[in-house]
């Protein structure tokens, strides 16, 4: 069945510095993908999402771009704050299949130190 | 544009004893899940709504675990009994319903926090 594997955390990372947080997926057809945010005390927050292959997601300085040669979304920001702190999620949808499902995978929690 | 509401955002419950969690959807959203989220996981979904019909309740334990949808508006997710693994948050979400083939974004409330004794 449809899957989703990120790196494990948690990370920490200092004010500025560049950010990557893998993300690779199995999946049968063609899923959309996306990063969902979680932050401290809040519900799940759609960050970004790409519907096809070399689509590339960005919002709030954070990108992510299809890769279907190598199944992964991974997740990246040239500068984090320390307001990027929280638990980002990738996940999976496949939407050939009707009943569009999100598939999640374990989360990766972040902090910045200012 | 108001999201999605849920309540209560905490309860804390007995083993055996049975709970109620309500959802109120994004207006105009037909479709409207169910997901469990227990501590260090992602969410798993456990039902998925089509208006008031249902489209997928394959990880639902349909043994203590209910869930309805009143006038494909509204939903009602109940535990009877509740067991000690059913500690978790329980996040609902909804989306407009689109045609197979496109993408439909799912957009969550806050969660209830429900810790079972």
């Known amino acids: 069945g449809n899957s989703v594997t990120q790196m494990e955390g948690p990370v920490t990372l200092s004010e500025e510095a560049f950010l990557t947080i893998n993300c690779t997926y199995t999946?049968?057809?063609?899923?959309?993908l996306f990063w969902y945010v979680q932050y401290p005390g809040e519900g799940l927050q759609l960050l970004l999402k790409?519907?096809?292959?070399?689509d590339k997601g960005s919002n709030k300085g954070f990108e992510a771009t299809y890769r279907k040669e190598t199944t992964s979304f991974h997740l990246e920001k040239g500068s984090v704050q320390v307001s990027d702190s929280a638990v980002y999620f990738c996940?999976?949808?496949?939407?050939?299949?009707?009943?569009?499902?999100?598939?999640f995978g374990q989360g990766t929690r972040l902090t910045i130190n200012p | 544009e108001a999201g999605v509401a849920q309540s209560p955002r905490y309860k804390i419950i007995e083993k055996r004893q049975s709970v109620a969690f309500w959802c109120n959807p994004i207006s105009g959203h037909a479709t409207l899940y169910w997901y469990q989220q227990i501590l260090g996981q992602g969410p798993k979904l456990l039902i998925q709504f089509q208006n008031n019909g249902v489209v997928d309740d394959s990880q639902l334990p349909k043994d203590r675990f209910s869930a309805e949808r009143l006038k494909g508006v509204d939903s009602t997710l109940k535990i009877q009994p509740a067991k000690l693994e059913d500690s978790a948050v329980y996040l609902c979400a909804s989306s407009l319903g689109l045609q197979r083939g496109l993408t439909d974004t799912q957009y969550f409330g806050p969660g209830t926090r429900l810790t079972v004794l």
């Open positions: 996940a999976l949808s496949d939407a050939v299949q009707g009943a569009q499902k999100l598939v």
């Open positions: 999946a049968t057809g063609y899923p959309s």
């Open positions: 790409a519907t096809k292959a070399d």
